[in-house]
């Protein structure tokens, strides 16, 4: 199955500056899943230590060793030893690792997107043409031969999408999300291919 992409090939050379909304839904999930989570920064003691109670798990400690902290500097650390910074990012690396894998594994992610069967909406924020050749369309279908700017955010109650969403996010699968792109603005009127390509876009979650 062609992918949402492929509705504009070429579009970059006019000078159309975006990207895949694969790639853009790709990154709001991830935001979602950043965002949440301990509020107080790990720079702080309060933050770093409620990160470490959350990596106190077997598969936490795993992440740490993996990402440079030992089992001996952790117990430096209770001594009183002061981690460094570059330690204290190596320790907030693997708590956001932790963090997206649970929320994956356990289908809070899911539950969150699919919001009681009502889904939720996606805000698409389009391409930006100011700098587009003269003379020539960033627009699909046309050939290059007319203008063809779009310049409307449009809005879209996404439903029934967020599970195979959230599969394709936690696999990195961007040509599967591209496919889910194509279903989510073919749900829109006949212009729907020009929002392929998007400067951005926003999930209300």
């Not at 979602?32 to 798990?57: C, H, K």
């Not at 956001?96 to 997107?113: C, F, H, M, T, Y």
């Not at 050939?143 to 879209?156: C, L, Y």
Request: glycine residues 12%.
């Amino acid at each position: 199955m062609a992918g949402a992409s492929e509705l504009w090939p070429g579009w970059q050379q006019f000078g159309a500056q975006g990207k895949k909304g694969a790639e853009a839904l790709m990154a709001e999930v991830d935001r979602i899943v950043r965002e949440g989570g301990i509020a107080s920064p790990a720079t702080t003691t309060r933050g770093l230590n409620a990160r470490l109670r959350y990596l106190s798990s077997p598969a936490g400690q795993e992440a740490l060793r993996t990402h440079g902290v030992s089992p001996r500097l952790l117990r430096s650390w209770k001594a009183g030893g002061h981690p460094s910074a570059a330690k204290r990012d190596a320790v907030e690396k693997a708590y956001q690792e932790r963090r997206r894998a649970n929320l994956i594994r356990s289908g809070a992610l899911v539950r969150l997107l699919n919001n009681d069967g009502q889904g939720r909406r996606i805000e698409i924020y389009p391409v930006d043409q100011s700098h587009v050749l003269g003379g020539y369309s960033a627009g699909p279908g046309t050939g290059g031969r007319a203008r063809h700017n779009v310049d409307q955010v449009r809005s879209i109650q996404g439903r029934y999408i967020w599970d195979d969403v959230v599969s394709a996010y936690a696999d990195g699968d961007v040509n599967t999300m591209d496919d889910i792109w194509l279903d989510v603005i073919q749900d829109m009127d006949s212009m729907y291919a020009a929002y392929a390509y998007v400067s951005s876009i926003s999930i209300g979650a």
